[in-house]
Nanobody, 125 residues
Framework: QVQLQESGPGLVKPSQTLSLTCTVS??????????WSWIRQPPGKGLEWMGA???????YYSPSLKSRTSISRDTSKNQFTLQLYSVTPEDTAVYYC?????????????????WGQGTQVTVSS
């Protein structure tokens, strides 16, 4: 059973960098052909896919967030990390990490098979 767990600060000041880590257990983040994504849900809005890192280490980003987002990984710890730069209050959301099915990066989010429980991040001074 694959499990994902997000961790990071719950409060970030405007203009700072939001950093979250997803720790994966029960499966390796280098296993072919899975993609590991960051997804967020602002209050009162739907899910927004932010970006992903592939089993190969390649990264993919939402065009709307590409200029402010970086995703990396530490294979020795089986973790992948999100950095969102220059945050504003509009970045307040519940942030999730999730796994897409094999070669399923473009699949609808409801087809992603494993999700973390989500972590609330508030951007406020």
């Amino acid at each position: 059973q694959v499990q994902l767990q997000e961790s990071g600060p719950g409060l970030v000041k405007p203009s700072q960098t939001l950093s979250l880590t997803c720790t994966v257990s029960g499966g390796s983040i280098t296993t072919n052909y899975y993609y590991w994504s960051w997804i967020r849900q602002p209050p009162g809005k739907g899910l927004e896919w932010m970006g992903a890192i592939a089993y190969s280490g390649s990264t993919y980003y939402s065009p709307s967030l590409k200029s402010r987002t970086s995703i990396s990984r530490d294979t020795s710890k089986n973790q992948f990390t999100l950095q969102l730069y220059s945050v504003t209050p509009e970045d307040t959301a519940v942030y999730y990490c999730a796994r897409s099915p094999p070669d399923g990066l473009g699949n609808p989010l409801d087809e992603y098979d494993y999700w973390g429980q989500g972590t609330q991040v508030t951007v406020s001074s």
